[in-house]
């Protein structure tokens, strides 16, 4: 057995269960191949053992009450994956199907995601099994409060650094952050990012994700003669990410015809009108299935993995992990698409990319694709230890020139270990070589 699959095995029976942590190990571990053969000082020094094995795994109980009086209690996670590189640097998932697999799974990405952005972070992510829909502004803020109540110890501006995620936008962000500040009495504007622009928040860091998905899509399309103007896209979500990949791809010229949420999905023919979708997620908090009452041209289907039997030229997953399995991947494929940008976290299973990198189709991967947020957020950072703010222009036109960087980094990977145009093993391999150049400089820690 190869060095690469013994490692595989050896996470699997040591982390029983943990489907989706063992998925983002298997797709990255399998792209290293061509790595460890040309670095045999990697195998051993039990690089990839280590790189596999997080820091550090918190894991406690969230009591809170509810606005009946009633006590509830979730647990709460954050998983320090690796600091190899920089402080931890992750967000916060508040959804019921978090568990320790999946923020381990997320931790994984992340270090890899990070190293991507050439910017001085390491690889975290937590969150919580509670479920922010419809809770009251009180319930959540007590919910907030009674959570970093434990974090509080574990993070810092130089040590570890939250974020939002699903489930966490700026209102979350805000009863942490006021707690945390509570809790140390001190300001460190820096321990956490996605914060309001009155105390610390950067211009631009909402659209981050979004924009910086369309950003690398449209650099790989360049790269194979493609351009947005006059393409069809489908997008599944409608949260923070899909919002604004729908702006960006909007304003190349592409039609955007199809958005979902948890629910189901809309379609429309004649293109999504944003201006509502906004209006129904951001400010309502409202379904989706609501946009066919102010637009009756426009369909609602319930159930969400038919929204990838719509023909598109490109398909935008920024949803949540798995949304697109070997079934949905071969009517995406029947029906002519030519990329995939991956803006939520894993949403194709391994065996659909498998799949698309046989038929030719150009997949750009989470942890490169989605990487804007997180660079962002970085640059937040940044703006925090200087005291200073800067433009939304300044804020997007650096975003935009690191996802150029990101994407030309997984070309150039992928080309020098013989998979050119594979820019998902090329994502893998250049993430992975800045942080296992950084641990093999530090020791055996």
Known sequence: MSYVLSVMDQVKKRNPGEIEFHQAIEEVLLSLEPVIQKHPEFAKAGLLERFCEPDRTIMFRVSWVDDAGAVQVNRGFRVQFNSAIGPYKGGMRFHPSVYLGIVKFLGFEQTLKNSLTGLPIGGGKGGSDFDPK?????????????????????????????????????????????????????????????????????????????????????????????????????????????????????????????????????????????????????????????????????????????????????????????????PQAEMLIKNGVIAIGEGANMPTTNDAIKLFLEKGVLVAPAKAANAGGVATSALEMSQNSMRLSWSFEEVDRKLDGIMVNIFKAAQSAAKEYGAEGNYVDGANIAGFLKVANAMMAQGIV
């Open 134 to 326: 419809g809770k009251s502004d009180a319930e959540v803020m007590r919910f907030c409060q009674s959570l970093m109540s434990e974090l509080y110890r574990h993070i810092g501006q130089d040590l570890d650094v939250p974020a939002g995620d699903i489930g966490v936008g700026a209102r979350e962000i805000g009863y942490m952050f006021g707690q945390y500040k509570r809790l140390q009495n001190a300001y460190e504007a820096g321990v956490l990012t996605g914060k309001g622009l009155s105390y610390g928040g950067s211009l631009a860091r909402t659209e981050a994700t979004g924009f910086g998905l369309i950003y690398f899509v449209r650099e790989m399309l360049a790269a194979h003669g493609h351009n947005y103007e006059g393409k069809t896209v489908v997008i599944s979500g409608s949260g923070n990410v899909a919002i604004y990949a729908c702006q960006k791809a909007q304003s190349y010229g592409a039609k955007v015809v199809a958005m979902s949420d948890s629910n189901g999905y809309i379609y429309d023919k004649n293109g999504i009108n944003l201006y509502t979708v906004k209006r129904l997620k951001e400010v309502e908090r409202k379904r989706i299935s609501e946009y066919v009452k102010l637009h009756p041209e426009a369909e609602y289907h319930e159930g969400c993995s038919n929204i990838w039997s719509l023909k598109c030229d490109i398909a935008l997953p920024c949803a949540t992990q798995n949304d697109i399995d070997v």
